[in-house]
């Protein structure tokens, strides 16, 4: 008999961030998170937490999660089934944008309290193993001086412990942009894929000029350079150059990837967990990437993605970013260049509760 969810808190926390990100799409000083605790009668604790992105975000996103909590409080454990009756009652508002994230969010928390009933991590829950992941260092390389570049790329790669790194794109000139990777690729090694990001920073027209003058610099791949929900623009886009095109961390569900891969928008697909519809959404993205043969890599949420993609046919990158580093317990760990789910009940997210005290945003 599965238990019942008895109470669902959300609590607010601006975290420190490592290196504070600066893409084209501009600044991020804080994390800006908000930690989910979902409660069950059986003494289990479920966690998720979600990227708000600024704090101006934060007050609204806790509305959305309080207004999902109070449908299912008293509900089953049984999260495929909590995900259709929250989308049924949230039809008319088109559950996305911040109620999406909150929808995504207690998902999560459901999965990991479900996992751990079972005493099984969630990988295993989802009837896979604790493979090896690869995983790439996403935590630096922002815009900034491209001389300086160099530098950081050694020092994020300089332990052993990333197969690979990830360097942000799209300055208002694009020979600092080349000057940029050129920097990076000539100083780590050339088995070592260096990733693009764009960001979403430019016109179609622009785009298909930059990246086809980085079609010679051995790049892994270019990411998102266009508006994101732009599929036509991206199938231009992959259709004329070499290097593989990657997109999806803002595909909205499972159904928005489905219409990105019918325009052939991109070689490779990378969902987050918290735009894509929590694991329930990811579940469904994983069996479309398996169906059309894509390869699958995360964003963001390195901690349950791990989980989700040692689960995926199609698994690929995990991105790994350390931004909620701050207030997790344990934060996950990265070994010659490959992630692995924690072996232990549930996703294996625990809070650090001083720290979360001390970053609380009341």
């Known amino acids: 008999m599965l238990p019942t969810i008895s109470n669902i808190r959300a609590r607010a926390v601006a975290a420190p961030i490592n290196r504070p990100p600066v893409s084209a799409s501009g600044p991020i000083d804080k ?28 007050a609204p996103l806790l509305q959305c999660v309080k207004a999902v909590a109070d ?33 995504a969010g207690v998902d999560m928390a459901a999965w990991d309290a479900l996992a751990q009933h ?9 009837g896979s193993e604790p493979v090896a992941v690869p995983a790439y ?20 790669l300089d332990d052993g412990r990333f197969g690979g790194v990830k360097l942000r794109v799209g300055r208002p000139d694009f020979a600092q942009d080349l000057a940029a990777v050129r920097a990076v690729r000539a100083r780590i090694a050339d088995d070592v894929p260096l990733m693009s990001d764009f960001n979403q920073s430019l016109t179609a027209n622009e ?46 569900g499972p159904f928005d990837m489905q ?18 519809g929590g694991v329930t959404g990811w579940l469904r993205a994983a069996a479309l990437a398996h169906v059309h043969d ?14 989700l993609l040692a689960a995926s046919p199609t698994r690929h990158w995990l991105e790994y970013m350390d931004w909620a580093n701050a207030i997790l317990a344990e934060p996950l760990e990265i070994v010659d260049g490959v992630a692995r789910p924690p072996d232990r009940p549930g996703v294996g997210i625990a809070w650090n509760e001083d720290a979360v005290e001390r970053y609380r945003v009341a």
């Open 31 to 58: 994390a800006a998170l908000v930690l989910i605790d979902l409660e069950t009668d059986g003494g289990m604790i479920g966690r998720a937490y979600l990227f708000a992105f600024t704090p101006a975000m934060l």
């Open 71 to 103: 449908i299912i409080e008293g509900d089953s454990l049984a999260p495929l089934s909590l995900d259709a009756k929250l989308r049924k009652r949230f039809t008319l508002l088109d559950p996305k944008g911040l109620l999406g994230l909150a929808l």
């Open 118 to 126: 079972q005493a099984l991590p969630l990988v295993r829950l989802l």
């Open 137 to 156: 260092n996403s935590c630096g390389l922002w815009i900034r001086d491209p001389a300086a570049l160099a530098d950081e790329a050694e020092e994020l």
């Open 207 to 252: 785009a298909l000029r930059r990246c086809r003058a980085l079609d010679e610099e051995g790049l892994y791949w270019i990411e998102e350079p266009v508006r994101h929900d732009d599929y036509a623009g991206c199938a231009r886009i992959a259709a004329a150059i070499d290097t593989p095109l990657q997109i999806g961390e803002n595909l909205l």
């Open 259 to 276: 219409k990105a891969i019918d325009e052939a928008a991109a070689s490779y697909y990378m969902p987050d967990v918290q735009r894509i």
């Open 294 to 307: 894509l390869d699958l890599s995360s964003h963001l949420f390195p901690e349950i993605s791990v989980h």
